[in-house]
């Protein structure tokens, strides 16, 4: 399976300008656990729940910009990519939001809700098939 076939809906954004309250009631009212930051159409950086965190632990005012908490080093997949291959760079790095990618445009973004979303839906057919040749057998 591609990554393409994960994607469910438009990318939630903000520009880099944006407060870290402003960012924050975006993921709340997105029901998401990351924005991408973009300037223009170019994706210059995501803010996550955990870059929340590091913010209000380092005390910052919540009118700062997202900028200065944004994650900048960003792991991307491609939409041709395999499912394999995210699941791959969200454990080794250690994420739980990869931005998809095509060329320069941004596509999308999954998450790790969607790929437990996509194992549990190939578990069930699977299990469903394991059924179904019991009782075929």
């Keep these: ?4 076939e994960l994607l469910r809906r438009e ?4 520009s ?8 924050s009631r975006v993921m709340v009212e997105n029901k998401v656990g990351s ?3 973009v300037e223009g159409e170019r994706l210059v950086g995501i803010f996550t729940e955990r870059d929340l ?3 209000v632990a380092a005390g910052a005012p919540l009118d700062s910009p997202v900028q200065a908490f944004m994650s900048r080093n960003l792991i991307t997949v491609s939409p041709r ?3 394999y291959r995210a699941i791959e760079l969200m454990t080794t790095h250690n994420i739980r939001h990869l931005p ?6 941004l596509v999308g973004v999954i998450s790790i809700r969607d790929v ?3 194992i549990r839906r190939s578990m069930a057919e699977r299990m469903a098939e394991a059924e179904m040749g019991h009782f075929v057998g």
């Design 1 to 4: 399976m591609l990554v393409s």
């Design 11 to 14: 990318p939630v954004k903000v």
């Design 16 to 23: 880099p300008l944006h407060s870290i309250a402003e960012a």
């Design 35 to 37: 924005v991408l930051v």
């Design 53 to 55: 965190l590091r913010a």
């Design 81 to 83: 990519d395999t499912v």
């Design 100 to 105: 998809v990618v095509e060329g320069d445009k």
């Design 116 to 118: 437990a979303e996509w």
